[in-house]
């Protein structure tokens, strides 16, 4: 599996895995029914870094690495990721994770700010714990979970200080 | 003092007063230098409602209401405020808070969501926790400070249950 930055010719797998994600409405903001037209730009867009994982051509995961805030905020880092539902398990959100934290570091960054993790998911919260994130803030009720109702978000923080580029 | 819906008449005043905000550098994210072309439609754009505080023609303060998030985040309100610094102490940005609560309610917000006050605007932080804000995360260094270099924001939450329209 290779992790290169992206082209528009892998926005048809990205989009099945778009889709695919935010079905499941337990993980992300996004509606099960979003629109390409407003997917696209969320990945594919100047400012922003975009990643894929390629496994010998198929697209199994994605990340996105963009200022987390403008100008005065722009030190810290924002990042994105999604690994199609049906190559989960493979460890593969862990390898975007840490080559997303070297490529901030590479950009300049001081620090990643993940706004919006949801609490009852639990597997991405402990992915991000092992990769040296904490949990700064919690957002009560901030999500709507499409079988448990309002659930909290966290916002999950790291210096980047110690990533070996 | 009148709060009411801005208009695009309204904006040659609303460009100065965020001028003179951002030229301090000690509490939004936005540069010094940032261009009219980019300020403006964070104040006057679609999906957000922006209140204007009226003082006989005078614009002496603003604040945009929206939503923090889209879709399945979007039950949770996020606002913005600036007072012209030549009226502080005028207690401009309380009537503004309180006027944006009573807006958010109305709107159908459950809750409202600050995500970057800066630590050492002391000033915010009190009023916020006056109106019944808490802050439920610290963001490490994650402002520019112009004169104090990196520094914490918080962000800030509160339900909006309590708030009588």
């Known amino acids: ?23 499941t409405g337990t993980t992300y903001a996004y509606a099960p029914d979003t629109r390409e037209a407003e997917a696209r730009p969320y990945w594919l867009t100047p400012g922003t870094q975009c990643f894929v994982a390629d496994d010998e051509g198929q697209i199994v995961g994605m990340y996105r690495l963009t200022a987390n805030r403008r100008d005065l905020g722009s030190h810290v880092a924002n ?6 539902p049906r190559h989960q398990g493979r460890r593969i959100g862990e390898a975007l994770g840490r ?9 300049g960054f001081l620090a990643m700010q993940f706004n919006f993790v949801v609490s009852t998911n639990t597997g991405a919260v402990a992915l991000w714990h092992k990769l040296g994130f904490e949990i700064v803030g919690t957002l009560p009720k901030a999500f709507q979970h499409r079988e448990r109702g309002l ?13 070996v580029v």
Chains 1, 2 share one sequence.
Request: net charge negative.
């Open 79 to 84: 990042a994105s990721f999604m690994v199609d």
């Open 1 to 23: 599996m290779n992790i290169r930055p992206a082209t528009d010719a892998d926005w048809t797998q990205m989009w099945r895995i778009f889709q695919a994600v935010v079905a």
């Open 151 to 163: 659930v909290d978000a966290h916002v999950m923080y790291r210096f980047l200080d110690d990533v």
């Open 99 to 107: 080559d997303c934290l070297r490529e901030a570091k590479r950009a």
